[in-house]
């Protein structure tokens, strides 16, 4: 009789086809917040909102660019360079683009939220936080930006408290959430399904949402 065999040979353990979700803080954003929120406050009270994903709370049409002045340019410009930063051409050279964009504002209070949808005919879609709603210091305020594991949730149903022994593999199947930090841009594939949970709050959550196509 043989022993068992062990595994004790080096594995070449590969994640194939990853998804990016970038996370990076705009360079001085509380300026720059202040007069974001105060701008979109004021068309909130003039503009009647946009229904589209959105759980309650307000939307803004999606032509931010034309009346969102200086500030609300700087995001859009800096998502732009992003956007470049994170494309390349399939030999891996970079790629200028001259992305095609429009964005809008968003604004949460108490119980609102988005429901998941994506973002077709698009390339990079992404988030920019001018106020988190309190979110930042006390994450139990809810509000969070939830994305859905793009390979479905076949691999979690047959035995959901197992997942591969691999990095980005223990969630297989079910979803990750990033809170809400102000002045943090989320930047990610547009065919990613994403939702915004219920903020539970008092405060005002307030973002702009963007794509570049």
Same mark, same amino acid.
């Given at each position: ?54 759980? @309650? !709370? ?5 032509? $931010? =660019? ?10 859009? *410009?800096? &998502? ?52 988190? @709603? !309190? ?5 139990? $305020? =809810? ?10 949730? *076949?691999? &979690? ?57």
């Amino acid at each position: 009789m043989t022993d068992t065999p062990k595994a004790t040979a080096k594995i070449d353990l590969r994640s194939l086809f990853p998804t990016p979700v970038a996370i990076v803080q705009l360079p001085g954003f509380a300026d720059l917040n202040a007069r974001r929120r105060a701008s979109i406050l004021e068309y909130e009270t003039a503009t009647p909102s946009n229904d589209h994903s959105n759980l @309650g !709370g307000w939307q803004s049409s999606w032509d $931010l =660019g034309a009346w969102g002045g200086e500030a609300a340019e700087f995001v859009l *410009a800096f &998502a732009r360079q992003l956007a470049n930063r994170l494309t390349s051409t399939r030999y891996g050279q970079p790629a200028n683009v001259e992305w095609r964009m429009n964005a809008w504002a968003n604004i949460n209070r108490s119980g609102h939220g988005n429901e998941f949808h994506t973002h077709p005919g698009c390339y990079w879609s992404g988030t920019y936080y001018v106020d988190d @709603g !309190g979110i930042g210091a006390d994450p139990s $305020l =809810g509000g969070e930006f939830e994305i859905h594991d793009p390979r479905g949730i *076949a691999p &979690a149903m047959y035995r959901p408290e197992l997942a591969p022994a691999a990095p980005g593999c223990l969630s297989v199947g079910a979803s990750e959430v990033i809170s809400p930090a102000a002045g943090n841009m989320v930047m990610f594939p547009s065919w990613l399904s994403h939702a915004v949970r219920p903020y539970t709050g008092s405060g005002t959550r307030i973002s702009i949402a963007f794509n570049l196509s």
